[in-house]
């Protein structure tokens, strides 16, 4: 009895909390559901949902946002982002927690320090640098300037991590004969894996979502990524909803998929994140 | 490890350090060190290509700059509302997601899904919202009160809207950090109190959230310092406007280096936003490893 009247009342509760939440999150699905209607039917009655799948929109801004090319844009930077800055930061937090004395505290505290620089602080710094440099209207100079940024959380995370691992475990490979790369490579890093995946969850989430950087960087039209695109399409679109809206569904799509697929090492990343 | 071992590979750890090392000298320490501060003793414009020794003359215009001080003053008053919104609506949402309610994971996704979405997209949304949503509701019920307002079009409403949207996008985050602190709070504690009587709200208020002290602290600061950072939102919500009333310090900077091109000044204003930055930042950490220590 007891226990069929516990179930009514989390089933009665849950229902509510998830009515909230889709209130919560109206404005999103408002957007979304308005990206299937023609322009006329969007200033009329927005709150209707579509009656039928009108997808001109979408074929339409697609085209004048350049979609493909910016997606593809984004992908090529943010995947080479996560992997340079997972991959050299857990070898940069591997060199540090092996190396003994002061030099490794040295190396630690440079890079713990670096959280407390904001990239707004360095921007104009980074055009100038960018520019001297010739990596400005380039996607590589994003890659290189965000991985820069990124590693300063990457080393803190994995070394922390690094000190839960047993040295015995490493010094029982060496006596094996296991190499020096060997090991950091075959026995630590497999125990590292759900770090790994935290911090390049993290790393893709950044880079993805990144505005700041590339509308400084890069001018050119052709390198845009899908945030700075998103910003240019509006200026040039303001009067059509129906194509601001569907471009804007777009570019809110990639980056929500991840969310449902990594939902799990999203929130124990970002999580994480701020506690350690 | 012997020691004979360890001299040997000891270059190879070096060597590994090197990478990463290299990356974040060029990227953050060596643009802060060897840019933004130096350059923020000379009056530097790039387009009129001037470039002159003045000391601190930079820093003593600041003080008399009614912008960067207004900027100064926006930033706050959007770190306190923000701050008390988003922890008040977190707290509040964490708490229900605690209980083993039905539809938990799809609950949690419809609060943290606009924390991952960028800045400038939430902005976006929101726009949409406020200039075509809400005007069109409200004249279909008959409020034509709200219909009109206008939200971006005075400085208080345009605060009231960058209040909203950060608030908006900053609550899921927060939620989830809850949502991990409540966890914390052992199971056989909530019995004992319940046992003892103490239920519903008094359990909230005696039990729960004095528990819950150190999560709250972390979401403290990691509200502050977001709210220094500030950008994205405002510069696409409103840019700043109307007339310069909602520009934050970061946007305030961007304004004067990228729209204005003075390079030195700006830089100024930047040391001044690391040095409030880091101060905050320092804080926070020194108290989450004093955490760290007890857990």
Redesign the interface.
Known sequence: MKASKEKTK??V???V??L???I??L??F??IS?AFKPNKD??T???ALPTSLYLDNFTEAMEIMNFWTVFRNTVLVTVSTVV??TL??F??A???S???GKISTF?YM???L????????????????ATNAHLNNTLIGLV??????F??F??MTFVGFLKGIP?EL??AA?LDGCG??RTMMQVVFPLLVPTTVTVGVLFF?WS?????LPS?LNGDESLRTI?VN??MF?SSTSAQ?NL??AG?TL??LP??VI??LA?RY??SG??SG??? | ?SDL??KK??K??????L???A??????????L???IP?SFYDWNLIEGNKDWIGFGNYVKLFSDTTFLHSLLFTMILAVFTIIGTNILAFF?AF??N????????????????N??????VA???I??FT??IP??AESIGLESLANVSWFGTPTMATVSVIIVSV?QG?G?LM??YL?GLQTIPQDVLEASTLDGCTGLKKIIKIQLPLLMSTVT?NLF?SIAGA??A??IP??LTAGGPSKSTQT??LN??ND??GSFK?GY??AK??I??LI??IV??IQ?SI?RKREVEA
């Open positions: 989390y089933g509760l849950g229902a909390v998830l909230l939440g889709i919560f999150m404005p999103v408002l957007i308005n969007i200033l009655n927005f709150i340079i800055a050299f930061s070898f940069c591997y060199g540090i092996h190396l003994k190396f440079l890079f713990v670096g959280q407390i620089i904001p990239f707004h602080t360095v921007m104009i710094a980074i055009s100038v640098l290189i300037f965000n991985s820069g940024f590693t300063a990457g080393v040295r490493e010094e060496t020096i790369w989430l993805w979502n990144d505005f700041l400084i945030t998103l910003y509006k909803w601001f809206i804007l570019s809110m980056i929500v969310y449902i939902q999203i929130t970002l999580t701020a506690i350690k | 490890m071992l360890y590979n000891r190879f750890y070096i060597l590994l350090i990478p990463a090392l990356l974040y000298c060029f990227g953050l320490v060596g643009p802060l060897a840019g933004t350059s949402v229900l997601l209980e083993k309610i039905f539809g938990k994971t799809v609950s949690r996704a419809m609060f943290f899904i606009p991952i979405i960028s800045g400038v997209m976006f949304v929101w949409f919202i075509g949503a069109s509701v908006w609550t985050f989830m950090l991990a972390i990691v220094f950072k950008f994205d510069f696409a310090v970061a900077i961007y280096a990228f390079t700006g830089s930047s040391v936003l690391f930055i880091a930042t320092i950490l989450t």
